[in-house]
C-alpha cells in the first residue's frame, strides 16, 4: 500500500516529461551541397552543423525534446526533412548567410583570391506563409528573435531588400516557398545566425563565447514561446 503513492507519482512525472515538445532541429544544406562560401573559404554547412551541435543540448536544458535532423550531413534530399520531422512539435533550421554577388568584394586571405561583404550582417528568421501554423511560426519566430536583440544580437534589415516583413523589428520575415518551411507538419522558422561572408561577423559566428550567447537566447526564445520553462514571451 505504501508504494502505491510513489508509484502515481512516478507515473504523473514520466508522462510530464514524455509530453514535454519536441523540436526538430535541422542543419541546413548537406555534404554534397554544403551552401554559400564564408570569406575565409569555409562552407556553410559545416558553420550550420557545429552551432546547431552547441545548440540541441542547450534546447534540452529548457525542458524540451530535441530530433536532429541531418547533423551527419546526408540528407540531401529537402523534402526529406520535414518528412524526418512528422510528429515532432516545432521545426528549427539552422542556416548561415550570404549575399548576392553583386555586392560582392575582392580579397585575397592566406594566399587564396575570395570574396567578402562590407554591407550585410546579422541574424535574419524566416517563417512561410504556407505552413500549416503560420501563426505559431510567427509567435515563436518573434520570440526567439525578441530574446536574441535582448542579448545584444543585431537583425540585418536587408532582407526588407527582397521579403515582406513579418516583424522587421526582431529580425522575422516571410519566405512563403522555403521547402523546409512550407512542407513541415508544425510551426516552422528558419534561422539566419549571420552573414558568413561578412569578414567580421565570420569571426563573430566562430567565437565560442558568441556561439553559446546566441544559443543560450535562442533557446530561451523558443522555450518561452512553448511556454515550458514559466518564462514569460516577449512583447
Known amino acids: 500500500m505504501k508504494l502505491f503513492p510513489i508509484f502515481v507519482a512516478f507515473s504523473g512525472f514520466t508522462a510530464a516529461v514524455a509530453a514535454a515538445p519536441e523540436i526538430a532541429l535541422d542543419v541546413g544544406h548537406d555534404l554534397q551541397n554544403p551552401g554559400a562560401t564564408s570569406a575565409r573559404g569555409r562552407n556553410e554547412y559545416d558553420f ?12 534540452r536544458e529548457r525542458g524540451l525534446g530535441v530530433r536532429e535532423i541531418n547533423f551527419n550531413g546526408r540528407i540531401a534530399n529537402l523534402i526529406a526533412r520535414p518528412r524526418a520531422a512528422e510528429g515532432s512539435d516545432f521545426f528549427l533550421s539552422i542556416h548561415h548567410d550570404s549575399i548576392s554577388e553583386s555586392w560582392l568584394l575582392p580579397w585575397v586571405w592566406e594566399g587564396t583570391e575570395l570574396t567578402h561583404t562590407e554591407v550585410k550582417r546579422g541574424f535574419g528568421l524566416f517563417v512561410s506563409r504556407t505552413n500549416v501554423d503560420l501563426a505559431g511560426s510567427l509567435r515563436c519566430a518573434s520570440a526567439m528573435g525578441a530574446v536574441l536583440r535582448r542579448a545584444g544580437f543585431s537583425p540585418t534589415p ?27 507538419r508544425q510551426p516552422a522558422v528558419l534561422f539566419e545566425a549571420g552573414v558568413i561572408k561578412h569578414k567580421d561577423e565570420e569571426l563573430e559566428l566562430l567565437d ?6 546566441m544559443a543560450d537566447a535562442l533557446a530561451t526564445g523558443l522555450a518561452a514561446c512553448l511556454s515550458v520553462t514559466g518564462i514569460s514571451a516577449p512583447e
Open 48 to 59: 550550420n552543423r557545429d552551432f546547431a551541435t552547441i545548440l540541441a543540448p542547450v534546447i
Open 158 to 184: 536587408w532582407h526588407g531588400r527582397k521579403h515582406v516583413a513579418a516583424d522587421a523589428e526582431n529580425g522575422v520575415w516571410y519566405y512563403d516557398n522555403l521547402v523546409v518551411l512550407k512542407n513541415a
Open 208 to 213: 565560442p563565447q558568441r556561439q553559446s550567447r
